[in-house]
């Protein structure tokens, strides 16, 4: 880390306020984060939390999608050291509903702690993480302009919209992971190709999870052309839904989300067993994301993520199994077998190319910098 003496005081402070904030902001990787080893655990709490600064503007229904585009530019820059961290604090904080759960409003407000210990990084770790937030920034002003009950056009489109919000984190955990430890940086070509599935897996995970939450912020982020092929409109959909169509529908997604998560599983089984907490951290994720999709499966009529949502209990369990079983890969792939065993499984399509290269190049290319955040702001405001 790049600590000056001056400000030390400081970064303890972030690193505290990040411990604190985290258990608020996701409860998933409160429990899996503090499994990593004690030198990734702040950089990797960090990095999640400019994640969820960004996800809590896309998800706030009271600002608009050209606003949300010129915050997260405004975001970016503030990464970027461009502009000041209060000050995008100040500006956006005011402007988020009650919709925002107090815990993010926090997570907002103090964006300058977070951002000052980015900002204490080594510059790689820096260089990794405002990667990883700006093709999520960029990517989810894309597919805000298209956000609607109709859904995304197909797989395909979920299939990107899924890697900018989720996919490129598995890519930037890869990253640091192999900038923490030469032995798994010698699988660093393999771990990147599975890399966006980890993401991916978790993320439609909790597409399904949250359907009908999200249909309640007018939105979804369904495949209409797969789900019409079942029979399916998804403009039409209401909870509570129990045909036959609809749950055939639902089998086929959760067999693609199966179907990363073991390309996930895959991913864990790369990282060399003596990095066990690694392991640990990626596989309790995996197995609570295995366990949900069987809650979804076995209640098809569900209408609000709490019905099928993973018990404590069930988290308990799956924390002990997975972590007995870390360092071993037959016993891992024993207990994936078994946990899997009728879980619906779909071949994950060969999807097109050449949308997935552009949406990527797209999120990359990044305009010149005419004017400071608050200055856009107002014009985009007018």
């Not at 994720?285 to 069930?314: C, D, E, F, M």
């Amino acid at each position: 880390m790049n600590h000056n003496p001056s400000t030390r005081p400081r970064i303890v402070e972030a690193e505290a306020y990040q411990q604190n904030i985290l258990s608020g902001v996701s409860r998933t990787f409160s429990l899996t984060i503090p499994q990593l080893p004690t030198a990734l655990r702040s950089v990797v709490t960090n990095a999640y939390l400019l994640c969820r600064i960004a996800d809590t503007i896309e998800d706030e229904p009271a600002i608009s999608a050209a606003q949300k585009a010129v915050l997260h530019e405004w975001f970016l820059a503030v990464l970027k050291g461009e502009e000041k961290a209060q000050d995008f604090a100040e500006g956006v904080t005011p402007r988020l509903s009650d919709a925002t759960l107090p815990d993010e409003r926090e997570l907002m407000a103090n964006t300058s702690l977070i951002v000052s210990y980015t900002h204490s990084l080594a510059k790689p770790q820096q260089e990794v993480l405002v990667k990883c937030v700006n093709i999520m920034c960029r990517g989810m002003g894309r597919y805000q302009d298209n956000a609607s009950l109709k859904g995304l056009k197909d797989l395909n489109e979920v299939d990107c919209y899924c890697y900018h919000v989720a996919g490129v984190v598995g890519e930037m955990l890869t990253d640091l992971f192999c900038q923490y430890s030469s032995q798994v940086n010698e699988r660093r070509t393999e771990m990147l190709a599975l890399a966006p599935s980890f993401g991916e897996g978790l993320q439609l995970t909790n597409i399904l999870k949250d359907l009908w939450d999200d249909r309640q912020h007018g939105v979804c982020w369904l495949p209409y052309e797969e789900f019409r092929e079942f029979g399916v409109e998804l403009t039409g959909m209401a909870p509570g839904r129990s045909d036959k169509a609809f749950a055939a529908a639902l089998r086929y997604m959760i067999g693609i989300a199966h179907a990363h998560l073991r390309n996930a599983f895959l991913y864990t089984l790369a990282i060399p067993p003596q990095e066990v907490g690694i392991r640990r951290f990626c596989l309790w994720a995996i197995g609570l994301a295995v366990l949900t999709l069987w809650r979804i499966g076995a209640h098809p009529a569900y209408s609000s993520g709490r019905q099928v949502k993973v018990s404590r209990r069930i988290v308990r369990a799956t924390i002990i199994g997975t972590s007995l079983t870390a360092r071993h890969d037959w016993m891992l792939k024993l207990l994936f077998s078994g946990v899997t065993t009728g879980l619906p499984f779909t071949q994950l399509p060969r999807l097109d190319p050449q949308l997935s290269a552009w949406v990527t190049k797209s999120t990359l290319d990044g305009g010149s910098r005419v004017a400071s955040g608050s200055q856009l702001l107002r014009d985009v405001d007018k």
